[in-house]
């Protein structure tokens, strides 16, 4: 249900649905974004690595935590332009095979000088299946205020 300005209280939290990262992700992430990188795309040179194995890109990982974001529907409707990403951290990797979700904890809710509109900033986590924080940073979105038209 999509929610307005007001509907947002600092500190509240909110939960994504959860998704597996695959191979077939990189490979399309490496192809549209051009980056063939061989930590994401060399099975042999991943297993030289530091982490032992391919990884998927780090702007992969922000893409999916902005997808599953989304799916919560919360601002269905009702966002009106995504203003920035501040503080962004890329903590762990994310592996093939890890199932991510993000925790969106609202952090600000503040008019804006815009009628009927104001900002919404939140911590948003990218969390893998061991509760690891992979990736961090808050989004900040105009959102519409209730009874904006």
């Not at 929610?3 to 939290?13: H, I, N, P, S, T």
């Not at 919560?72 to 990403?85: C, N, V």
């Not at 199932?99 to 509109?117: I, N, Q, Y």
């Not at 992979?134 to 979105?141: E, K, L, N």
Request: charged share 20%; hydrophobic share 40%.
């Amino acid at each position: 249900m999509p929610m307005f300005l007001e509907d947002f209280k600092a500190g509240e939290v909110h939960t994504s649905p959860a998704r597996t990262v695959t191979e077939a992700d990189v490979v399309a992430f490496s192809g549209l974004s051009g980056d063939y990188n061989p930590i994401h795309t060399d099975a042999e040179f991943g297993a030289a690595s530091q982490f032992k194995q391919r990884i998927a890109h780090g702007m992969l990982g922000l893409s999916i935590l902005s997808g599953l974001g989304s799916r919560s529907g919360m601002l269905e409707g009702t966002a009106i332009a995504f203003l920035g990403i501040e503080e962004w951290k890329f903590s762990k990797p994310i592996l093939f095979g890890d199932t991510v979700h993000v925790r969106m904890t609202v952090a600000e809710v503040r008019p804006s000088s815009k009628p009927g509109a104001g900002v919404l900033k939140r911590r948003m986590e990218l969390l893998n299946q061991r509760g690891e924080v992979v990736q961090s940073g808050v989004f900040v979105t105009l959102v519409k205020a209730r009874g904006a038209k």
